[in-house]
Every structure is written in C-alpha cells, then in structure tokens.
C-alpha cells in the first residue's frame, strides 16, 4: 500500500445541516486515519441541471464540485432515501458531474455508496439508484460490501451525535473497505 494519504470528497445526498446522513459523514470525516483524508462538499449552492446554461461552461458551484472530484481519489456518498429513490438534490449533482458537455469527472473515480433511514431497509432503494447512475458515468463503485444504516435515528442522539458503537464500527470498517478499492483501482492498469 502506498504511503500517500488518500484524498476523499465526501457528499450528503440531504441538504439538512443535521441530517442523519450528514451525522455520518462528519463521522466519517473526522475518523483519524493514516491513509485517507475525508472532506464533505456540501451540494446546497449546485444549481439544477440545464444544458442550456451547461453549453456555455459550468456554473462556478458547479465548477468547484467538478474539482473537488478531480483532485479527490475517491467519492463517498451517504444517502437518505425519498419515496424508495435518491434524493433529488443528488441525482441533480451527478448529472452536473458526468455530463461529458464540459467534462464528466466520475468516470474511473473510485466510488463507495451507503446510507441511512430511521427506515428498517436503511435506504437501500436509495443506494441502488445512486449506484446505477455512477455506474453509468463510469465510476468505478465499491459493490461489496453493502453498508444499509436502518433506525438510523436510534443510533444519533438529540446533539446530532452517532452514539452507537456497532455503527462506528461499520462506518470504519466501510473506510478500510473503500481505502483498501481506491488503491486496487489506482494500481490497474
């Protein structure tokens, strides 16, 4: 493994300052680790998605999350779930992303996908959708293993703290897995 410290963006699918999923990405983001170093991007400035404004060169929010992702080695994205899909918000900043109009920066990112719902399914539905559009962008998105955070307003108490132990762990465990793909893909051919 390299000695590099690894760049990672880290995006929230809510907009919600105190979102359950924003909770674990400052989690995440404050984890003390020897190979990654994880900032949050947060999507509240993206505007919505229009080729017609995109014709004439990306908007500066828009410009700003595209390096963001280009100078990263990898993308974590923690997502809630609305009406069993991903939230708007999201979906509108992948687009912003992969449009190849001005440059689709996805395309050979190192991406891993998890989420949570005060749901039981911990927005599954959501993941899946967040993992085909990636896909389709030529991301190359962790698949294994999967990271569902159900109850997730159990697990965060009323200061908008992550109190539970066995979701520390995974949330860790999840960045060993993720560090671990980044440097697989890095080293391919």
């Known amino acids: 493994m ?10 929230s699918g809510s907009l919600r300052k105190d979102s359950y999923n924003r909770v674990l990405l400052r989690a995440m983001a404050q984890e003390q680790r020897e190979d990654m170093d994880v900032s949050i991007f947060n999507l509240k400035h993206i505007p919505l998605f229009n080729a017609d404004i995109e014709v004439n060169g990306d908007p500066e929010a828009v410009e700003d ?3 963001a992702i280009r100078e990263a080695d990898g993308l974590l994205i ?9 939230p708007g918000v999201l979906k509108n900043a ?7 109009t001005n440059e689709n920066v996805m395309d050979g990112k190192p991406a891993f996908v998890l989420g949570a719902s005060p749901a039981k399914l911990g927005a599954a539905f959501s993941q899946a959708q967040v993992k085909q559009s990636l896909a389709a962008a030529g991301a190359l998105v962790l698949q294994q293993p999967e990271l569902y955070i ?8 009323d200061a908008g703290t992550l109190t539970d132990e066995d979701t520390k762990s995974a949330l860790q465990q999840s960045l060993d897995d993720f560090s671990s793909w980044i440097e697989t893909m890095s080293s391919r051919p």
């Open 150 to 157: 159900g109850q997730v307003n159990k697990k965060v108490d």
């Open 78 to 86: 923690v997502t809630p779930e609305y009406s069993h899909g991903m």
């Open 2 to 11: 390299s000695n590099r410290k690894r760049k990672v963006v880290g995006i």
């Open 65 to 67: 999350f595209k390096e």
């Open 94 to 100: 992948l687009d912003w992303a992969s449009s190849m």
